[in-house]
């Protein structure tokens, strides 16, 4: 379900997904409001878990030479279970049901092949349900952006 966002929070959002250090009150003095109501607006946002402040890194530079993506195929009627199973395994950090040849896609990070091999073989492979694993070896980053186009 989509909530409904003010023009003052499209604004915070867009500033955010730029810059997620900003400060309230250079927020407020960009959007042309308070500080107090960038301050409670941001909170909502974060309570209702509609943004997350995160820091990003480059996989690569902190020692993660083996990041895949792995498309998965699976049994009829299982894609919740699995794509809710597979949400629990450490080393994700994206998981998406999907239309066209593959019905979920995840990410993952692994120090090596070695460690991608044995995530693929003792934790994917044993999950019910699985069909089919596909797995891509992410060789390089040419633009890893988070900015999601919030119309304004």
Do not use: C
């Not at 509609?50 to 699976?74: H, Q, R, T, W």
């Not at 990070?109 to 991608?116: A, C, D, Q």
């Amino acid at each position: 379900m989509a909530v409904k966002l003010d023009d003052t929070e499209k604004k915070i959002m867009h500033l955010l997904q730029k810059d997620g250090r900003r400060s309230f009150v250079d927020m407020a003095d960009e959007v042309g409001v308070t500080e107090g109501t960038v301050r409670r607006k941001f909170y909502r946002l974060v309570r209702e878990g509609i943004i997350e402040i995160a820091g990003v890194s480059d996989p690569f530079k902190i020692g993660f030479a083996s990041p895949a993506f792995i498309a998965l195929n699976v049994d009829p009627g299982k894609m919740k279970d699995v794509a809710e199973e597979v949400s629990e395994l450490n080393s994700l950090h994206y998981v998406g049901l999907t239309t066209g040849n593959f019905d979920i896609i995840v990410q993952g990070l692994f120090s090596s092949n070695e460690e991608l091999a044995q995530f693929v073989l003792e934790s994917l492979s044993t999950i019910e349900g699985i069909r089919e694993i596909n797995t891509s070896l992410l060789l390089r980053i040419y633009k890893q952006s988070f900015e999601w186009g919030v119309a304004l």
